[in-house]
């Protein structure tokens, strides 16, 4: 493909790049991570609240099919790590989702919020890892990492927050 940026109708045409490109929200003109983060989010609560055995068993399936779909869609547009390339976004949200301390709608924006903040941020080791790790396994290794620091954050947080009042 070659190219920088491809259309929405170029995404139904390739499985790598309907998939990278999170069924199209990696699209948004602004913002990619952010909208590939929201609907990850929205598509991947109605199965945590069915069955977390099963959310579990998507994370991982995702997670190693994630190395293939994002070094494809980087290679079929040759761009590493492309802004729109979201699918390690939906991994990383469902891993943070997944380990939450409840779930409710406060620890889900909880998540969504740190999750954002640390991918956007990138502090030691995910900035490392985003400039030193290439291939389809270092873009998903960035966001996965994101989502351990967010995990972390939120646990430390609520701990605190429990232990003051």
Known sequence: ??????????????????????????????????????????LFLPLLLWSQPLAWALLAVSTIAGVWICGRASELLGVHDHGGIVWDEFVGIWLVLLCLPEQTFHYWLFAFVAFRVFDIAKPWPIGWADEKVSSGFGIMLDDVLAAIMAIGFIWATTISLNWLF
């Open 1 to 42: 493909m070659g190219q920088s940026r491809p259309t929405f109708r170029a995404l139904f045409q390739n499985p790598a790049l309907l998939l990278g490109f999170g069924f199209g929200s990696g699209l948004a003109p602004k913002g990619p991570g952010t909208a590939g983060t929201l609907v990850g989010l929205l």
